[in-house]
């Protein structure tokens, strides 16, 4: 176990060492049983921390004030351990670095071929770059819109919601512009060329052409008991249609609904129960072929402008018809649509943790470099936090995202925290994480502590199955960002667990509150 307070300053070697290495400490003899103590780590935070819920496991913290560089508490923290979707600093930051906030990117509709008499003698090629919203979160101040509870992960998180915004409103913009730069009937072909990089994330493709993120949502709304649900499917697009089988049930009733299957090409089927006083339920289906889909949407927002086109608009994406790349780029555009500032789609990544987005981040870097292959956009990532003074021996990572297999000393994270909080920009990149308590992933955590709003902060998690004792094991759960603290420092901070077993898998919202909980009490201490 671990156990201490500020006055305490010893180590002690006993059968509940959980393997940890204290600095600023001294060891002294004593009984195995006798505890450690950490120096800087409050009394309280100690606690949380023996819980016996982690008694297997080990804790790594780093703090450090951003003035003075003063290490405030370092326990364990020169020693590597996964963090989960802490990642996205590195992916996220590394984008940041190499172009700064406000930098874009444009969409762009090309055309082969001429027009005559507003008949266009060739194809329309819509080409992917890796625009992570392409206008469908966008809201009227310009600035991103995101729900605390993402729809990406309503699979998994109960209480998933959607953004008001039209998911196809990008699409609809080129369309409106097709049609103003005097096009009304496409007699060719409409394409999505996607060739701009190549990636999977997690058994899903990750590609330069993102719509709803590539995902169907599917709402369905309680009747009155023994009714069927009312189902609805968005974005509406062909063939795309949802089968529901749930049923509405009694108040206060069961409401268990699996997760959307595809038993044929363009068919949901959704099946369960539903309580009559339940708010409406968000499932999501992952997209296989983002081009396809994005081909028929785009066709659709073309005949919704008035621009005819004749080809089948639900047939598979042509892409083997392209030109070669260079040559694509050559042909002249009919329609662009801008980017959200790299600042804005980082906060979307960010506060809800985007995996796919975090990804494409990574493959935007790879194609910055000189390549196609998104596995490469790692190692250009390193290569400009190393030109930025990070240690990157540090860190040894493998995707964008922070999914298994990605390792980071917490002495390491905060480096990054501390290079970032040195930029001109450092304001808005701190604006782009979680905040304790307000927003994102920290928005149900420390609510009602002195700490809410001013602990800015990455968290990152990872949870896997025990069979051999029916339990969930968390290979990981990490917070690290910046705070302001009860007296005005400014700190940078990572905390992490690892090894921690929960007998539910909502257990993984318990360690964030826990971790969060240390932060907010390292914020009260200084």
């Known amino acids: 176990m671990i156990a201490g307070s500020r006055a305490a300053r010893r180590a002690i070697v006993s059968a509940a060492a959980l393997g940890l290495v204290l600095s600023a400490t001294t ?205 609805g499917l968005s974005p509406a697009v062909s ?50 072929d983002p081009a396809t889909f994005a081909r028929t949407a785009f066709i659709e927002a073309l005949e919704r402008a008035g621009v005819a086109v004749a080809t089948d608009p639900i047939a598979a994406n042509p892409e083997a018809a392209l030109a070669a790349r260079d040559i694509v780029d050559a042909l002249p555009s009919v329609a662009e649509l801008e980017s959200l500032p790299l600042g804005e789609e980082a906060t979307y990544v960010m506060k809800i943790s985007y995996n796919r987005g975090a990804q494409t981040f990574a493959c935007r870097l790879a194609v910055e470099y000189g390549s196609s292959d998104c596995d490469d956009g790692m190692a250009f990532a390193g290569q400009i936090w190393d030109e930025a003074g990070l240690d990157i021996t540090g860190a040894s990572l493998i995707d964008g995202s922070g999914l298994n297999g990605n390792y980071v000393t917490p002495t ?53 199955g025990d069979s051999f004792n029916g339990r969930f094991r968390l290979p990981t759960k990490t917070l690290g960002g910046v705070m302001e603290t009860e007296t005005g420092r400014h700190l940078a901070f990572t905390i992490m667990v690892n090894q921690g077993f929960f007998p539910e898998i909502e257990g993984v919202l318990e360690a964030n509150d826990d971790v969060g909980r240390v932060a907010a009490l390292i914020q009260q201490a200084f």
Not at 27 to 36: H, K, L, M, R
Not at 248 to 257: D, S
Not at 268 to 276: E, K, P, R
Request: hydrophobic fraction near 40%; charge should be negative.
């Open 412 to 464: 390491n994270a905060l480096q990054i925290q501390t290079i970032m909080a040195g930029r001109q920009d450092a304001e808005r990149w701190k604006a782009t994480m979680p905040v304790l308590g307000v927003d994102g992933s920290l928005f149900m955590v420390e609510t009602g502590s002195p700490a809410a709003g001013k602990v800015f902060a990455k968290t990152g998690s990872l949870m896997d």
């Open 27 to 231: 060891a002294c003899t004593a009984e195995p049983s006798d505890p450690y103590a950490v120096d800087g780590l409050p009394e309280a935070a100690l606690k949380v921390m023996n819980k016996e819920l982690y008694s297997h496991g080990n804790w790594y913290i780093a703090v450090a004030d951003l003035e003075t560089g003063e290490v405030l508490i370092d326990l364990n923290a020169h020693r590597m351990a996964e963090p989960g979707s802490f990642v996205k600093t590195y992916s996220a930051g590394a984008a940041w670095l190499e172009w700064g906030p406000d930098h874009t990117i444009t969409t762009p509709v090309k055309r082969s071929g001429e027009v005559t008499a507003g008949t266009l003698d060739g194809d329309l090629v819509l080409v992917g770059m890796g625009d992570l919203t392409m206008g469908g979160r966008t809201k009227d101040d310009g600035t991103v819109a995101f729900t605390n509870l993402d729809h990406n992960d309503a699979n998994f998180l109960a209480g998933s919601t959607l953004t008001p915004q039209d998911p196809l409103t990008g699409l609809n913009e080129l369309a409106a512009q097709v049609k103003a730069s005097g096009i009304d009937v496409v007699s060719g072909d409409v394409v999505i060329d996607d060739r701009l990089f190549e990636g999977e994330l997690d058994e899903q493709p990750v590609t330069p052409i993102i719509i709803n993120q590539n995902i169907l949502d599917v709402i369905l709304t309680p009747g009155a008991p023994g009714e069927p649900a009312t189902v």
């Open 239 to 288: 063939p795309w249609t949802i089968t529901s089988t749930v049923e509405t049930v009694e108040a206060g009733g069961a409401t268990e609904i699996s997760s959307p299957a595809s038993p044929r090409p363009g068919e949901l089927v959704v099946s369960g129960t539903i309580a009559a006083d339940s708010a409406p339920q968000l499932k999501v289906f992952a997209l296989a």
